[in-house]
């Protein structure tokens, strides 16, 4: 009879560590990553926060950082909200799969150009750079696929794009700024 009541007491504790572990899995809410593309390719540090609202939606925010003298990009610093919507969540963990993501996004970004003058005699002048700094405002889409582990490991590529609404100039001389790009492979935990 003790040996029965023992099998039973420790399938029953068995079972009750199995079921807390799925709902811990299920109470976390929290999510903090980097982007490791962005890191590698322009030496820029992006950050994100997302805060999974239920198993099918989340809403976050994105911080940038221009890298410094090592980066290739024309951005200098980035703020951008997003909310997401998962599809095709057929596992019982929160906010996993393919997303959709709508986005707004305040940047400020940095441009230059050479410019050569002539003298009257046609001879060369030294060479000036022109820099051209500027505040842009825009919104955007992306799609994108989250995989999180048991543990908490969560890696996600995406790829986006947004316009810039207001902010942008007009100007021959430097890159065009009505586009932006929003994308790469994001690395984090979820807690």
Known sequence: MLKKLSVVLLLTLSTSVVAQEEESFLDKKHEIKLDAIELIAVANIEFT???LISKYSGAGISITFDGGKESDDIITWAITPFYRQ???NR???RAQGLFAEGHLNVGGFEDYYYEFTYSVDSEYQPETRIENS???FGAGFALGYKWASNN???IEP???VGRNLFG???NDDYIDLDFYFRGGIQVGYRF
């Open 158 to 160: 995406l790829l986006g």
């Open 91 to 93: 596992q019982e963990k």
């Open 152 to 154: 908490g490991f969560v």
């Open 86 to 88: 998962y599809f095709f």
């Open 168 to 170: 942008s100039e007009v």
């Open 49 to 51: 926060y997302e805060y």
């Open 134 to 136: 500027t505040t842009a």
